[in-house]
T-cell receptor
Framework: GENVEQHPSTLSVQEGDSAVIKCTYS??????FPWYKQELGKRPQLIID?????GEKKDQRIAVTLNKTAKHFSLHITETQPEDSAVYFC??????????FGSGTRLQVQP | KAGVTQTPRYLIKTRGQQVTLSCSPI?????VSWYQQTPGQGLQFLFE???????NKGNFPGRFSGRQFSNSRSEMNVSTLELGDSALYLC?????????????FGPGTRLTVL
């Protein structure tokens, strides 16, 4: 089955700096890669996603890049703000209409 | 539209008991997926229902089961509870079968097994 590895597990940055979270996946048939943000005590929320026919996607301060050959994808957050502090999860579709999630990255933005 | 709702929000049970959790999807969403979230294992897929049929199942023992009703509401049941079943159980709904449809999560049910 699909295996998704996510690094780092924790990330601390200064406000205004950039943050990068990386994920690798094992199933070359995976075609859909969403990213979720989960604030403390709240439900996960989709923040951005990318499909295999696209190499990069941006939404304001958030961008995701995908390298299908190397089977890895990354989340980039620029100009970080304290409200970006949360746990971020990457995921990949298993080809069976399910998602396999990474283990999560706890991002802390220091004011 | 109202978001995904789950009841109850908190549950405390003892080993050996069984429990039923409920999920009401966003109106118009016909696919409901269930996930178990624990600090050690992260978010793990349990199963997915679409049009009252289980379409997909994760690697969980048969003690974990579910169903979906004609109004798309879903329930999951865990029988013979074990200490390791303590977790946050999240359901998520989306419009249809494609995994690329945006999934919206509920607030979760926190289950504690003593």
């Amino acid at each position: 089955g699909e295996n998704v590895e996510q690094h780092p597990s924790t990330l601390s940055v200064q406000e205004g700096d950039s943050a990068v979270i990386k994920c690798t996946y094992s199933d070359s048939a995976s075609n859909y890669f969403p990213w979720y943000k989960q604030e403390l005590g709240k439900r996960p929320q989709l923040i951005i996603d990318i499909r295999s026919n696209v190499g990069e996607k941006k939404d304001q301060r958030i961008a995701v890049t995908l390298n299908k050959t190397a089977k890895h994808f990354s989340l980039h957050i620029t100009e970080t703000q304290p409200e970006d502090s949360a746990v971020y999860f990457c995921a990949a579709d298993t080809g069976r209409r399910a998602l396999t999630f990474g283990s999560g990255t706890r991002l802390q933005v220091q004011p | 539209k109202a978001g995904v709702t789950q009841t109850p929000r908190y549950l405390i049970k003892t080993r050996g008991q069984q429990v039923t959790l409920s999920c009401s999807p966003i109106s118009g969403h016909r696919s409901v997926s269930w996930y178990q979230q624990t600090p050690g294992q992260g978010l793990q897929f349990l199963f997915e229902y679409f049009s009252e049929t289980q379409r997909n199942k994760g690697n969980f023992p048969g003690r974990f089961s579910g169903r979906q009703f004609s109004n798309s509401r879903s329930e999951m049941n865990v029988s013979t509870l074990e200490l390791g079943d303590s977790a946050l159980y999240l359901c998520a709904s989306r419009t249809g079968p494609p995994i690329t449809d945006t999934q919206y999560f509920g607030p979760g049910t926190r289950l504690t097994v003593l």
